[in-house]
């Protein structure tokens, strides 16, 4: 069966709407990825440039690949750190808030409607069961996916504003950061709300939801943190690679979720 | 005639037990169906199986010739729905509710803009289109769940507890209107509801769930005159008999009248009796005023649907809402022009 995109429109102009309205959706979507992702790299860029005496990172550039550690050795210590940190370090905070805010996003989505009690409504009109299943996903995805984005251009702006009295050029956007945030984060986002969205099915209610989800998404969240650098170093090929096994796994979890996704069921949890 | 919905032996249970217990039923288009019974009874349950939003465990189901959950969303593009909860987003405002409605029924642009502040206008919510939800009072809720569920002119509406919540005048307006849809559009409206004095005045056929089961089925006015049969007269006494021997034989000279039915119930300022029609009533007066008695008032009633509710729950030794279940099943059930064994013992 085909999917009717009018069907899935509807109902997304609707959720955008309420969504855009809600306190407790916008201050989260706005407030979390401008701290993580704009003001705490600004911050930490901001002190490195001042700092009066840069700390010695010849331990920190001995553990990274000879080539990168070698062009990084070569610059001033001051241009150093900044390069180091909002180069490199800062990168997971862009995979952990895509997979925050979908997750959170998802979370919402059915037991979000069961809490609002306009599950049954939904139920009760002509909206088939995987239209509205891909809505909610898309629902979690898309506000995510423009987050992510809006905030990488306004953390660009502002680690050039830091960085370049220290380099005596602008260094943000690199492709490497264009791959990460462009491929990487949204399949990020897609394999959080692969998870959340079924979760969110069964859950009846957002924070329920929330604790069962949590119990799967942290250990993701963790497996970001540890692993998102290295794609800044690896060969670029790695980007691509890991954006499709990523998508894909969140593909396989959206798809099994959508073949359990049964009106009766989830009619029978109202 | 054709039938808008047809019900055989249709039966949904949950991890708890069985919710709605193989209920039969025939409901012809542009009828009025009223779904009566206490909290728990299955009205829900059984909307939500008339309009494919559950499954049924057994039974056969079909609705304006569909089958309900195999062809849901077909359906569902011809059937209203107002639920118990008006299950409004309460963050979109009331003219944003309706529309979205609008276009997941495929109603777009100037169309679904104007069916959709008539709609709001006629249920007295033109000043309020653009407000919030999150602010209506119960019956403005109401009344927008009930504008959004005739956005598209349903062929059959469901309505669950529609003017709960609504004041006279609201209530008094839901009715006309399902009066009229059904009047003049012969649309099909199934109406759960508690109010069963507003049930009376708009239901053709009456439906009462115990348990699950289906108890009673049929017109409320065939099944008060299967329990009740004739007329039932009140007749008040202005000068009551003084003379104990008088007053004793009362009842006597009035069942040897013909076309008064036993047994006449008598009291010192009343008697209550039924009779055949309604010429008997005036031989029954003269019968009275011979024998020396003054009368003050006679009025006549007919039993209806509120008579015959109370009397199935009665039958069921149900005094009130806290009641259990008797254990009496569907297949019992007085269906209209059958009578099953205990609606019979009953009249």
Known sequence: ?270 | MTHAIIAHELTKSFGHGVVVDAVSMTVPQGSVLALLGHNGAGKTTTIRLLNGVLRPDAGHLSVLGLRPYEEGTALRRRTGVATENAGLDDRLTAFENLLTVARLRGIRGGAARRTAEDLLERFGLGPQRDLQCQGFSTGQRRRVALARALMHDPEVLFLDEPTSGLDPAGSRAVMELIGEITRNKGRTVVLCTHFLAEAGETADLMAVLHGGSLVCFGEPRRLAARRWPGIGVRIDLVTPSTNRREAAAIPDMLSALPGVLPVPETGPTSIELSVRDRSVVADVVRLLVDAGLGIGEVTTSTPGLEDVYFAVQRDLGVSDGLSGATGLSSRGAAVDGRSAPREAAAA
Request: hydrophobic content about 55%; charged content about 15%.
């Open chain 1, 1 to 270: 069966m085909r999917i009717d995109w009018s069907i899935v429109g509807a109902l997304l102009r609707r959720d955008l709407a309420a969504a855009r309205r809600s306190k407790g959706v916008v201050i989260p979507m706005l407030v979390v990825p401008v701290v993580l992702l704009v003001l705490l790299p600004t911050g930490i860029g901001w002190y490195a440039r001042t700092a009066t005496a840069p700390p010695d990172l010849s331990a920190v550039l001995g553990r990274l690949p000879g080539s990168l550690a070698r062009s990084i050795a070569t610059m001033p210590p001051a241009a150093q750190i900044v390069q180091l940190v909002l180069g490199y370090l800062v990168a997971p905070l862009f995979l952990i808030v895509p997979m925050m805010i979908s997750s959170a996003l998802a979370a919402d989505a059915f037991a979000g409607e069961k809490e609002r009690r306009t599950l049954e409504t939904l139920l009760h009109l002509p909206i088939d069961e995987r239209d509205l299943f891909v809505e909610k996903v898309l629902f979690a995805w898309l506000p995510t996916v423009g987050a992510s984005w809006i905030c990488f251009a306004l953390f660009s702006v502002s680690a050039n504003v830091v960085a370049w009295p220290v380099l005596g050029h602008p260094f943000m956007p690199t492709w490497r950061w264009v791959g990460l945030i462009t491929l990487v984060a949204p399949s990020v986002a897609a394999l959080g709300l692969g998870v959340m969205v079924r979760v969110s099915a069964r859950a009846r209610s957002t924070q329920e939801a929330n604790q069962l989800g949590g119990a799967v998404i942290m250990p993701l969240i963790l497996a970001t943190v540890g692993q998102s650098s290295a794609l800044l170093i690896l060969p670029s090929y790695w980007m691509p690679i890991t954006a499709v096994v990523i998508t894909g796994l969140g593909l396989i979890l959206v798809r099994g979720g959508l073949r359990r996704f049964d009106r009766d069921t989830v009619a029978a949890r109202m």
